[in-house]
Nanobody, 123 residues
Framework: QVQLVESGGGLVQAGGSLRLSCYAS????????MGWFRQAPGKERTFVSA????????YYADSVKGRFTISRDNAKNTVYLQMNSLNAEDTAVYYC????????????????WGQGTQVTVSS
């Protein structure tokens, strides 16, 4: 069993930056691919970024490519999402997820989810 706890969300002006963190309990963190998804009000949960177990491969949605960076520290059981050049369209609840079972890191078919952290970008 893995429990995920996100932090780092908040209110930021357009053009600003935030870094989200997701801490995973348990001793198997390094064996999981990790992902970030987001959900805006009234919309479906969508893929943002993902990273493989060792951090050797990363994946991004087109809408965040070049602005967001995912990373992980397996010694700290933590995955990060550095978000730069934020705009109003980035406003959403951001969810951390672990262990995709559907064969694709892009789909929201992950075994474990955090409770989410709100990111609000004011224009």
């Amino acid at each position: 069993q893995v429990q995920l706890v996100e932090s780092g969300g908040g209110l930021v002006q357009a053009g600003g930056s935030l870094r989200l963190s997701c801490y995973a309990s348990g001793r198997t963190f390094s064996s999981y691919h990790m992902g970030w998804f987001r959900q805006a009000p009234g919309k479906e949960r969508t893929f943002v970024s993902a990273i493989t177990q060792s951090g050797g491969n990363t994946y991004y949605a087109d809408s965040v490519k070049g602005r967001f960076t995912i990373s992980r520290d397996n010694a700290k059981n933590t995955v990060y999402l550095q978000m730069n050049s934020l705009n109003a369209e980035d406003t959403a609840v951001y969810y951390c997820a672990a262990d995709p079972y559907g064969g694709s890191v892009y789909d929201p078919n992950y075994r474990y989810w955090g409770q989410g952290t709100q990111v609000t970008v004011s224009s």
